[in-house]
């Protein structure tokens, strides 16, 4: 079975462009993550979907959305893109959000993005 | 943003050592998970803990999700090369929040 499959792998944008990423869950699972992950640092929670609903939103700017299809799938677009925005987005899928094994994530490859 | 205190940061051991490593949080978890990631990846699972007390293994790796559900640690018993990557604890508290809080990661070394 595929796991999760994120793209594009890589991304080169310059500072204000926008960028839309791209995330197909495993089958099955309902649920889809969004993380930043920056060089030397842990993955920081962006943003959480379930069944085409905002379950949770991190510590993010306005310019960060998304928004889960009726597939699954799910799109993040950062708009306005600074320097700072460059680091590795990761996807991340669940089953649901019962609790407990249904909603240990798992984790897709990642978008490499870099602004200049 | 939040994360979890993990320790130590890097560790570089010879082949067959034996490893462990911890992640300490101020607040209660009601889920604990130790993911593997090599350069350029995504993070892959290795354990994942639902009950406080719990201890599980997978192969070589042992975890344990503490009695006060602050903490967690997680062994690795005769490392080889290919354990070389960097592991990270996260914390889940669960249906309320299901968002991960990460550590900020240990750096494994192995040398042959």
């Known amino acids: 079975d595929a796991g999760v499959t994120q793209s594009p792998t890589h991304l080169i944008k310059t500072r204000g462009q926008h960028v839309t990423l791209r995330c197909s869950p495993i089958?099955?699972?309902?649920?889809v993550s969004w993380y930043q992950q920056v060089l030397g640092q842990g993955p920081q929670f962006i943003f959480q979907?379930?069944?085409?609903?905002?379950?949770g939103r991190g510590n993010f700017p306005d310019r960060f959305s998304a928004r889960q299809f009726p597939n699954y799938s799910s799109e993040l677009n950062v708009n306005a893109l600074l320097l700072g925005d460059s680091a590795l987005y990761l996807c991340a899928s669940s089953l649901g959000s019962r609790g407990g094994a249904q909603e240990t994530q798992y984790f897709g490859p990642g978008t490499r993005l870099l602004v200049l | 943003g939040q994360q979890l205190n993990q320790s130590p940061q890097s560790m570089f051991i010879q082949e067959g050592e034996d490893v462990s490593m911890n992640c300490t949080s101020s607040?209660?978890?009601?889920?604990w998970l130790w993911y593997k990631q090599d350069p350029g990846e995504g993070p892959v699972l290795l354990i994942a803990l639902y009950k406080a007390g719990e201890l599980t293994s997978n192969g070589r790796l042992t975890a344990q999700f503490g009695i006060t559900r602050k903490d967690s640690f997680l062994n690795i018993s005769a490392s080889i090369p290919s354990d070389v990557g960097i592991y990270f604890c996260a914390g889940q508290r669960g249906q309320a929040g299901t968002a991960l809080i990460f550590g900020k990661g240990t750096t494994l070394s192995v040398s042959s």
């Open positions: 607040s209660i978890f009601n889920t």
């Open positions: 089958s099955g699972h309902k649920s």
């Open positions: 979907y379930y069944e085409k609903e905002e379950r």
